[in-house]
């Protein structure tokens, strides 16, 4: 039911103000359409994937803290574990059934395609932007986790044989926790999403509800926090990088929002956060 949600309001929202303002030329059919789409969500990826051959210090800089925030709630792995997954039965069981729904990755391309498909349908060139976004940035972040989590081989909470046990390409799911792939893929999701609005409060909202999945998995002791602070980091650079290359395929823009993401480290007594900006 959530994903149909999710494809109504999204149509209704770029309705109104996309329809006179559409630059597809009206004898495009949509199998142009489609065919130029498809190929924009193959070399989307690939964009992502090389975008690190061009970093300058800035970014290097934004992935020293992204890889720091992520050591320091590492050291606080087994406390968080142990914290989450003790009050996992206080939890309402709509919500954790919520999570492993939404985060599970048929749901999430039922999901996203659903959303292109309604901009497709409706030949509606901001929904159809948004679909390729949604699509391009979770076949980039999702395939980079499969791959992290076979290279890195470290163990679930529930294994039971604590957070810095490593075991590189082994095939046992039992040792695919970094990074969460439930976590990156609905924030993958709602950052998207969230991007196509300015009002904070619903950027808000439509972020908290992309964190869920990943959370819930804390609490089925399914990943360790450090491996869902990975994957919600993941999603953000991967969402700003398909993003910015899409600007230049597409001219229908959600909004004129500047592209910007900054990160800081917070420090206090008996306090360490990590703060984004976007």
Do not use: C
Not at 123 to 132: I, P, Y
Not at 137 to 158: D, E, I, N
Not at 223 to 234: C, E, K, M, P, R
């Amino acid at each position: 039911m959530s994903r149909f949600l999710l494809i109504i309001v999204l149509v209704f929202s770029f309705k109104g103000s996309s329809q006179s303002l559409d630059s597809i030329p009206k004898q495009d059919t949509r199998w142009q359409m489609f065919t130029y789409d498809v190929g924009t969500m193959f070399t989307a990826v690939g964009h992502s994937y090389t975008r690190p051959l061009h970093w300058g210090s800035k970014q290097w800089s934004q992935f020293g803290l992204v890889a720091g925030g992520t050591g320091l709630f590492y050291l606080f792995d087994e406390d968080s574990s142990r914290f989450f997954r003790n009050r996992q039965e206080d939890v309402p069981s709509f919500i954790r059934e919520y999570g492993e729904f939404y985060g599970n990755p048929e749901n999430n391309y039922l999901a996203t395609g659903g959303v292109y498909l309604a901009g497709l349908i409706t030949k509606n060139e901001k929904l159809r932007r948004t679909g390729v976004l949604l699509v391009a940035s979770a076949t980039s972040a999702g395939f980079l986790q499969q791959v992290l989590k076979s290279v890195v081989g470290r163990t679930r909470p529930v294994a039971g044989l604590g957070k810095d046990t490593f075991d590189p390409f082994n095939s046992n799911r039992n040792f695919h926790s970094f990074p969460s792939g439930h976590a990156l893929l609905a924030f993958t999701n709602a950052y998207a999403i969230g991007k196509q609005f300015k009002n904070p409060w619903v950027k808000g909202g439509i972020y908290l509800l992309g964190a869920i999945p990943g959370i819930s998995r804390v609490w089925d002791g399914q990943h360790w926090l450090s491996d869902v602070i990975f994957a919600y980091a993941l999603s953000i650079a991967t969402v700003e990088s398909i993003d910015r290359y899409l600007d230049k395929k597409y001219a229908e823009k959600y909004n004129a929002q500047q592209k910007e993401v900054s990160w800081n480290l917070n420090f206090g007594i008996n306090t360490v956060g990590v703060t984004a900006r976007f």
